[in-house]
């Protein structure tokens, strides 16, 4: 066994392909604009060696900040919205849910099927309110609710918020799925005990269900961070930034940094600080997951 | 009495959320199928979400031809699948030796790959361009399919290894014991015990690439092998004017496919996205 | 008249084109780059009948000789017949093959192609938000394509400066076809990017002003069309009250909302007034700056725009002027290619008028000045530059104007002497107004860098939703102006 398993040969075929190409083609990249980040301007275009500069221009950067406090304002509510609803979802899959087990399954996956660029123009037009009234609009005024009705992309107070429902939306079916397998895992025995024991509802889920579904859900957190970290496709479909800057991301900044305003350099520092983000913020939850399992 | 009247009430209840549930899901697929089939004044003189006065497939027709959808479709098609193959052949051999097999950094290789799941993509693209660029691939497919697979990696590994450590060893204990070399182990037992989770990875990795614009955008010039997505531009304008009819019907095009895969493949996809998860 | 405000238009241009040409060699030199207000030169009438076109040719061809030939010296003999020499030329652009200037360039590569049948072409269609990226990559691997599209103004000076493209003037002058670019779009295009010469070649020449719904107005109980800034509010206040949106605005794609906002700042302050703010004599926090960006969200408060006029794209915006949704809507004369299409435009073929941008002062910016503009433009790259080039070049020049005016009834800033077979009542309407027009002034970013552009278009959405006050509204403009100039 240990043998076949330790077989140096296979593993060298295994691994060595992947690796030099993963390392050349995602690794390299990111060491380069590592070194990129030292230097103004663009590769080609003014492109002068500045050492920290970019570094130091970093921390007074007020878009910067911004895009910052955008990103994890975003970051903690689709996080929430995701895992917690998807988590819901799934229980009443697991409990309530009788007939129609498939179909029902099937179609709350939908929605990570759809292209961004496609997801992004049908909430515009649900939030649309010139020179029709969208969607929901029109029902807050058909149910006599019209001070409710108001631009929801269009004024910075809203835009936000009517970003993260969407993507909440597009995320929730594909996290409802994933805990949905890891309930059904959960034999129904345990459950049976902890009724028998007098748990239901709330407390069978704190008590029982809970604890055995914590590596799934904190895989869940693992994913839905950074997809949420990396914000920038739906953001760009439904409201391009705007209004103002209240709905840019890093990404977004980071992209016109280094392709609009032509400087590459800063770019760079930028998409160093969201890989670190990124990392940092995975290592968070992990943690969580380690400290807590022991009880 | 009560107890019942309650239960039949939180019973019809339940069955109108998870009905509002399905009703808000597939309702986007029905508005995009109404949207490409309107006519271009409908867009403002009625709201959104009205049905087409007709059945305008003057924009399928456009998005067809004029949107170059015949030769991105195949594009798409070769490039997705060339690097799915390759997707699933590395997840599997690395997942497999990161978790079963021994030696000394796995688990640094392991975490090494995770990494990349953290990569903004988007800085990646100069210094790509210019290794693409002095390798001779810049304006190939397999610049895209290179991309592709060196991406999509990741992820895919890290469903892997999450589903192999719940691997039984003593199924291949026994496999060993009847004399299996490593590749036999690989080939007749590991992979057929496999399936859901490499459905998994080349469901999601394949939406993942068809929905790809931005590499196909930068390392491709040539019209004649670009893909699915650079099609949606053929119908907007530099000052802001678009056709939605013919981007809509576009769009309609190019999920088909995944809506087929995905309709064919979903109770496996399902299976195996909870079980390759699960146990991770 | 022309000739004389020509040769003072001239005058300045070399005058500040050697200022600028100081101020490249430094790292920093985007705001003092841009030559003399746009407002002093006479935007030669290319609307023209061809007779006066061609007449004036030969002598504005001199003076722009006299200019241009410093830089370099002629090598080659471009007068005879094309050599024929083997070329393979990459093209990059934003439209599709079948649309827009898309077709005019396959036109012209395909009649070419019959000229000298060992030119090869080989056309690329990014999408224009992705223009910035693609170029950006292909600069830093030092590959940018044979010709591609570009945006004026502040963008090009960055690709002038790292020596990337070509000047095209001196090519012009050294092809002999220096005379078949108007000197209207010539001198347009140099202000733009602030040197003596021209780096870019003009894709178009546009005029910009307010289009209306004229069965809107009649109802609104409006005779004429306005003509001062005065009359134009009463219009505006007649509109509302008549309960029509006085004004369609695309402000999701924010430079509608821009230039509403340059159209009262220029009226008020005169052409050069965003130029002597970009260079520091003026602050865009001065009070008249702050009136313009005032204007605008008193409208907004009005009502005029509507519910929500940040959600507005201009292609929604357009359609509900067409529809009668709107009464007004600025745009370009770009604009008529959508109302020549008889499926979108309800208002049928007589049912949209336009008039310029009402003046507030007569004696500040009259008129008969215009906001125009030369829409994207095209660069060439200068490592691809060779003799075959050239020969294309002088093939694409010569003949651009032509087809235009034949295949689409539309001025590219080229001289012409075909007449458009079937011309729409809407295509002549734009072709006289660019006729009436006797000097020009640019858009509200024109003379800003795109860190600066960027601040005055995304925010201009929160100065409509109210979310930001007039002074807050340019002190982020300025903010923006003080850190791009800090580095």
Known sequence: MKKVLGNKGAISLFVVPALILYSIIVVLPVLWSFYYSFFSGSPGLKWEFSGVKNYIQLLSDKNFRNSLIVNLKYIGIVMIGQVGGGLLMALMFRFWLKRFKNVVRTIVFFPVVLPTVAVGQLFAKIYEIQPNYGLLNSILSAVGLNALVQPWIGQASTALGSLEVMDIWTGIGFHSIILYGALLDIPDDVIEAGRIDGCNGFNLFRHILAPLLRPMIITCMVFSFSGTVKLFESALALTNGGPGNATRSLSMYMYSVAFTYNKVGYGSVIAIFIFLLCITGSRIINLFDKKESYY | ?280 | MKKKVLSVLLSTTMVLGVLSGCGGTSTESNNDTASEAPAEKSEEATAESTEAASEEKTEEAKEETTEATETTAATGDFSGEDPQLEKDFHILSIWAEDNDNGVLINNICKAYQEVNPNFTYEYELVSSDDLRQKVATLVASNDLPDMFVYESGKPIVDLIEADQIVDIGAMLNEIGSTDFVTPSATSLLETLSGTDTIYDLPLGLNVEGFWYNKALFEQAGITSAPVTWDEFEEDLAKLHDAGIQPLACGAADKWGATRLINAYTVRTLGADALKNAADGNASYTDEGYVAAAAKVQEWADKGYFGEGVNTVDMNTAGSMLMTGKAAIFYNGSWFASNLNDTSANAAGEDGIGFFNIPTVDESVSAIDSYSMNCGNILCLSKAKEDEATKWFIKYFVEHIGDEAMTTQGSIKGYTYSAQASEMSAYTKLVLDEIGKAQSAFTWYEATMNSEVSDAAQSNVQMLLSGEMTPENYMQSIQDAADMSALN
């Not at chain 2, 305008?56 to 997705?80: C, E, K, P």
């Open chain 2, 1 to 280: 009495m009560t107890d019942k009247v309650k239960q039949n009430i939180s019973g019809i209840l339940i069955k109108v959320v998870i009905l509002i549930i399905c009703l808000v899901d597939i309702y986007p697929i029905f508005w995009m199928i109404t949207a490409s089939l309107k006519e271009q004044y409908e867009w403002s003189a009625f709201p959104a979400f009205a049905l087409p006065h007709g059945l305008y497939f003057q924009n399928y027709i456009d998005a067809w031809t004029r949107g170059h959808m015949s030769t991105f479709f195949r594009n798409s098609l070769v490039y997705t699948m060339v690097s799915l193959i390759f997707i699933v052949f590395f997840s599997v051999t690395v997942g497999f030796a990161v978790t079963k097999m021994q030696w000394k950094f796995k688990k640094a290789v392991a975490d090494y790959f995770q990494l990349g799941i953290m990569v903004p993509v988007a800085t990646a693209l100069i210094p790509l361009f210019q290794i693409y660029n002095k390798a001779g691939l810049y304006n190939t497919g397999w610049s895209l399919i290179i991309s592709y697979v060196a991406f999509g990696l990741s992820l895919s590994i890290y469903l892997v290894t999450g589903y192999l450590r719940s691997f039984p060893d003593e199924i291949m204990e026994a496999a060993v014991i009847d004399g299996c070399g490593i590749y036999k182990l690989m080939y007749y037992v590991v992979l057929p015990l496999m399936k859901n989770a490499i459905v998994t990875v080349l469901v999601l990795q394949f939406f993942f690439k068809w929905n790809d614009l931005l590499f196909s955008m930068t390392f491709v010039s040539n019209t004649s092998l670009k893909t699915v997505q650079t099609g949606l531009m053929y119908f907007s304008d530099e000052f802001g004017s678009k056709n939605w009819g013919a981007i809509f019907a576009s769009v309609s095009m190019s999920i088909l496919p995944m809506l087929i895969l995905y309709t064919v493949l979903n109770k496996t996809i399902i299976e195996g996205m909870t079980a390759g998860a699960v146990k991770g």
